[in-house]
């Protein structure tokens, strides 16, 4: 079906349910939103567990596992929504960037629904997604400045309005997800890493160690010398010795101070006192703490709830609904990196 004609129908009906599969990594996801902001349903099942043996996650094994769970979350999502699939105004699906073979059946699940309910597809942009968790529940709106801090992306993004988005920098070379978990592995906790180093950074000496800030230009970011610092930090200290708690607070000293610096430059140079964090690493204690914090100085300060902030399908819904990156056709492929 043409585009134009897909988006009349959306647009014709007042009320509108987004029903959204999300399935880019490790956790299968379906959740029911209406109009964008109110969370009918949000189911997740995580696949932790199961990849915690190996240390991070195996994509083979996501993808098998996304197959025997994506039935009982669709259905479950329904449920709890209290919806019929009748009621649903279009299906959504992650496209990418993620996991392909993780990716191919979430989409093709929300392609099938769309088919059999002969209702409308929309493909949806994971990082697209992350932003627009800030919509969930709230009525925050555009424009903002957002700091996108995931597994495998950071981004300081320029929101203009819910379909125009601007990257104004991003990481050279690992995210900051990414470096919470490998440091997280180098002090030897367990897999998801990031949740973990919050934890214990908790309970250490933020002082105890001056880890270099990366001195990149522009609202760019690099975290992979950061890394590098720590790693020989800890190769100085035997096993039983390694005063993981002081490293951890001292590495999570530096990313998060480093996070605000940057975030507050585009804020202010782009004179938008309106700043959003998304992504699972929003979840961060820290983070949190030193963004809420800036209220104080003039800006309004906005992230996602918790569960909203790592991956959720009711993020991917409320992409759908504000309408920006998005594909109305069936033949939307799935894709590993992000365009
Ligand atoms: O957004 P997300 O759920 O998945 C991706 O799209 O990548 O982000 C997952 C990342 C992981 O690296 C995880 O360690 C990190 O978010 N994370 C945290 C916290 N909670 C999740 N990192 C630091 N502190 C946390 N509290
Ligand atoms: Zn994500």
Redesign the pocket.
Known sequence: MAQKSLLRRIHSMKDRIIFAIET??DETAAAVVLNGRKVLSNVVASQIDIHKKYGGVIPEIAARKHLESINIVIEEAREKAGIEMKDVTAFAGTAGPGLVGALLVGLNAAKALSLVYDKPFIGVN?LNA?VCANYLESSFEPPFICLLI????TQLIRVNSYTDQQILGETRDDAV??A??KVARLLGLPY????A??KLAQTGNKESFKFPEANVSGYDFSFSGLKTAVMRTCKTYTEQDLPKADIAASFQEIVSSTLLKKTLKAANENNIKKIALA???A???EIRKKFFAQENNGFTVHAPEFKY???NAAMVASAAYFGSNITHELNVEVFSRKK
């Open positions: 880019s990594c994971h992350h995931s597994g495998g992306h997800g990414e919470y978990d998801p890493g990031g949740p180093l919050d992504g699972g690493v979840a961060n204690s902030c790592t991956d």
